[in-house]
């Protein structure tokens, strides 16, 4: 009995270890792509840093993957928060590629990035409601409602 419990507990161990809950952005050299363009981001705030960091939470909101299929937790209040800052539109108007473009279909980025921000920041509370004693300030402000 133990010859098969005993491998029977090993092969359930790491069959668990192998799935992933969240989709984190292509993987490569062992980094995922969330890491390197969010690093990219803040260490060197370029605006091309934020295009393309803009483009990667799309997809990572769009295309939920990992055994969940939902977005990881955190990444709506991020990108909604990036979307709703003033300069994000602006830069992405300016600095991004056509095709980064294409994928955002519209000419006015400061209207739809304003509401697809406020949609992700809801959209966070949505998947994850513990982190509405977070969320809702940031919601209430951007609707003009805060301080």
């Known amino acids: 009995m133990r010859k098969i419990i005993v491998p029977l507990l090993l092969l359930v161990l790491t ?8 989709y984190w ?14 690093y990219q981001q803040y260490d060197k705030q370029t605006p091309e840093a934020i295009c393309n960091l803009v483009c990667l939470y799309e997809d ?7 055994t969940r ?6 990444i709506c209040a991020e990108y909604g928060y990036l979307l709703l800052q ?9 600095y991004a590629s056509r095709s980064q473009r294409k994928a955002f279909g519209s000419g006015d980025f400061t209207a ?3 509401e697809r921000g406020l949609e992700m920041l809801a ?4 998947l994850y409601p513990e982190s509405a004693k ?14």
Do not use: D
């Open 69 to 74: 299929q939902v977005p990881p937790p955190g």
């Open 25 to 38: 952005g292509s993987t490569g050299s062992g980094t995922t792509l969330y890491e390197k363009l969010a």
């Open 86 to 94: 003033p300069s994000t539109a602006e830069y992405f108007a300016q």
């Open 15 to 22: 069959a668990s270890c192998s799935s992933r809950l969240y």
């Open 134 to 147: 977070f969320i809702e300030p940031l919601l209430k402000k951007a609707k003009g409602g805060g301080k």
């Open 123 to 126: 959209k966070e509370i949505e």
């Open 60 to 66: 990572m909101v769009t295309n939920p993957g990992g």
């Open 112 to 114: 739809s990035f304003q």
